[in-house]
């Protein structure tokens, strides 16, 4: 499976940006997605993920109730939807295939990895 993460870019404090990750090569449906992120200086850790069917979705507390992931199965893609943008969520944001159960998502069940977009937030 291949991924393709895109819409990174430069946003305002309390700004919104949706990122997005185009899948092929695989079976997309039978994926949990996900996403992560690498702020200057840190470890990658997980933001959140989503189940094969998009009901459920799973958030890291420090994005929770401020960022959305959605899927569109007929499109094989995944979304990351980052609404009230901090100084803090300012990373390169990756996006992530996994076979396993989505709320155990982690860098080492991770199958499939994006090649990482850039996210600026100016304050």
């Known amino acids: 499976v291949q991924l393709q993460a895109s819409g990174g870019g430069l946003v305002h404090t309390g700004g919104s940006l949706r990122l997005s990750c185009a899948a092929s090569?695989?079976?997309?449906?039978?994926?949990?997605m996900g996403w992560f992120r690498q702020r200057p200086g840190k470890e990658r850790e997980y933001v959140g993920s989503?189940?094969?069917?998009?009901?459920?979705?799973y958030y890291a507390q420090p994005v929770r109730g401020r960022f959305r992931i959605s899927r569109d199965n007929a499109k094989s893609m995944v979304y990351l939807e980052m609404n009230n943008v901090n100084v803090g969520d300012a990373a390169v944001y990756y996006c992530?295939?996994?076979?396993?159960?989505?709320?155990?998502?982690?860098?080492?069940?991770?199958?499939?990895w994006g090649q990482g977009t850039q996210v600026t937030v100016s304050s």
């Open positions: 090569g695989g079976s997309f449906n039978d994926y949990s």
């Open positions: 989503i189940n094969t069917s998009g009901g459920n979705a």
């Open positions: 992530a295939a996994d076979t396993g159960a989505p709320m155990w998502m982690t860098e080492t069940t991770v199958l499939y």
